[in-house]
């Protein structure tokens, strides 16, 4: 039997983690790569419109999968693809990123190729490459066996990218050595633990949890990426503790659960009530390591004071002073499960969905339109946000019962959603993906649209179109005209794209919004709606509160 070239089993040893789709934009020098997808059964290669479009579309797709693999060439096509990359090791997905570079004969020739800088260096993009990951492997047919099985490992137990390098001529050669037949993402063991620590970090949990009189637990989006969620759930109702989340993980808890009692961040939590359960806590147990950028504490008002958290992280828990390592977050969960008795004081605050504002005749605003796309949600839909002013709304939106939520407010940049919703919608199941952006962010990467007709995937996109970058004018204290938009008829480009059967409107009044989600709910394809919401919602913040997250100025002396 011949075996299969280094590209060729590359992808397939990729594809037996569960993946079914390689997400990317052909070019030489990674041929044997884009050829070789097209040979693995089960994997389908997905054309992006560009390498940032694939890498933000490979983060979608590896926040259902758990994983995703996305192909650029050499040079051009991996810097393209660098800051969505970043954004997954921001986030903590483990995403493939395999490269095709020059072959071997022209590197030991000194010729000088395209896609470099006229010289004969032709690993100087290999620096930056990896450092969009947290491991990196230049393959071959007499290493690729080993090192492919490192570089899953690693990419695994850390839950970030990889860097694997093809060139163009190995990657057309047979592998060298006996092939590997992997497992599903789902059965496999990504961490292990050290009996003694694991024992003395969750005898140290559940004796704080015992002796805490206001305890609540924060859980974040780490649990996820680990495939833990319904450990972490399991525990949060076993103990009845009362849980709340931060920005950036809004949507990895079901919010019909007795226990949510909101969205905690300092002085821009969803309710006081729930600001203050979090703020006078005397016990927090943090599942899945809170990050405390300012985004995600209000301006840093939502401090945690050290002395009274818990943090349990992946492969670490930290209390107080004490640190417990080499303790996986599945094996915590899994035990504090078992053993952590039952609390009966409730949190007593009322979770209840937005009041529905605004007569048929009224002009579309963010008040009318969030509570109204709330009501639309169905068990098993997914709501990928777009950072940006829409964040702000819809972080204090309570998602229905078996909904979640997608959405990158730690790395923050605008555009990810559009080509995320593509990868989001190609991995799930089951249930309807739907998005929403700004018209700013929108722009940015709009021409994956098409891409979305190509391929017949059923998103439900909304386009708020205030003709500006919304959350620059609120943070750029006066407002300016480099935060105006070039205008755009949104509502034309899904039939200018060559997208079938998408439901695609304009809507300004409550009446006209009210219609289109009606007809939204018995259409059976795509749906793609502009939204009309008056600039003049984005007011710019007060100086002094633009100031707190900026530091801009310094008091006087005196």
């Known amino acids: 039997m011949t075996a299969p070239s280094v590209a060729q089993y590359t992808l397939s ?8 789709r390689i997400f990317g934009v052909p070019g030489d020098y990674a041929f044997s790569i884009d050829d070789a997808a097209e040979l693995v059964p089960g994997l389908s290669w997905v054309a992006c419109a560009n390498e940032l479009n694939a890498a933000y579309a490979a983060d979608g797709y590896a926040r259902i999968r758990g994983a995703a693999i996305l192909s650029t060439t050499y040079g051009v096509g991996e810097l393209s693809a660098i800051n969505g990359v970043m954004g997954s090791k921001a986030h903590r997905l483990p995403v493939f990123h395999l490269v095709g570079m020059p072959s071997e004969r022209i590197q030991k020739q000194g010729l000088i ?6 010289d004969a260096v032709y690993d100087r993009f290999q620096a930056l490459s990896v450092e969009a990951a947290c491991v990196s492997a230049v393959l071959t047919p007499d290493n690729c066996v080993d090192e492919l099985e490192r570089v899953i490992r690693e990419a695994l137990r850390q839950s970030k990218p990889a860097y694997l390098v093809i060139s163009e001529v190995n990657g057309g050669q047979p592998v060298l050595g006996t092939p590997v037949t992997g497992q599903p993402l789902t059965v496999i063991k990504r961490q292990h633990s050290v009996p003694e620590e694991l024992e003395a970090a969750v005898g140290t949990i559940l004796a704080r949890l015992d002796a805490a009189q206001r305890p609540v637990a924060v859980l974040t989006h780490l649990v996820s990426r680990y495939g833990v969620r319904e450990q972490a759930l399991e525990l949060i109702r076993k103990a009845n503790l009362p849980t709340a989340l931060t920005p950036n993980d809004k949507g990895t808890i079901d919010e019909a659960i007795p226990q949510y009692a909101g969205l905690y961040a300092g002085d821009w939590s969803s309710s006081n009530e729930v600001r203050d359960l979090v703020g006078h806590a005397d016990f927090v147990l943090d599942i899945g390591g809170i990050v405390t950028t300012e985004l995600n504490t209000g301006l840093w008002t939502g ?5 009274k958290v818990v943090s349990i992280q992946d492969n670490f828990v930290r209390a107080g002073g004490k640190v417990f390592v080499n303790v996986a977050i599945d094996d915590v969960l899994n035990a504090l499960c ?6 009966c004081n409730d949190h007593g605050l009322k979770m209840e969905a937005m009041p529905l504002v605004g007569g048929p005749g009224d002009a579309t605003s ?3 339109f969030y509570p109204r796309l709330q009501r639309r949600l169905r068990s098993g ?12 709304h819809l972080n204090k939106v309570l998602l229905p019962a078996g909904v979640s939520a997608e959405g990158q407010g730690l790395w923050g940049s605008i555009g990810w959603a559009t080509p995320a919703c593509l990868g989001v919608v190609m991995a799930k199941a089951e249930g309807h993906t739907w998005m929403v952006t700004g018209d700013g ?6 021409n994956e649209l098409a891409v979305m007709g190509r391929y017949g995937v059923k998103p439900r996109i909304f386009v708020l179109n205030n003709g500006l970058y919304g959350i620059e004018d609120v943070i750029s204290e006066r407002g300016h005209g480099y935060d105006d938009l070039a ?7 899904p039939e200018a794209f060559g997208c079938k059967n998408w439901l695609s409107a304009r809507v300004s009044t409550v009446a006209e919004l009210d219609a289109v989600l009606d007809q939204i709910d018995t259409h059976d394809g795509a749906a793609y709606i502009e939204v009309m919401i008056p600039n003049e919602e984005s007011q710019p913040l007060p100086e002094s509160t633009i100031d707190s997250g900026y530091k801009l100025n310094t008091p006087p002396v005196g």
Do not use: F, K
């Open 381 to 392: 839909d997914t709501l990928v946000i777009e950072t940006g002013t829409c964040m702000t």
């Open 441 to 446: 962010s929108h722009q940015l990467t709009l």
């Open 13 to 20: 040893r990729l594809s037996q983690l569960g993946l079914d």
């Open 338 to 343: 078992e053993r952590v008795t039952t609390r």
């Open 113 to 118: 190729t395209h896609h470099n800088l006229g």
């Open 487 to 493: 205008p755009v008829n949104y509502h034309l480009l």
């Open 303 to 307: 401090n945690y004071d050290p002395a």
């Open 366 to 368: 963010s008040a009318s």
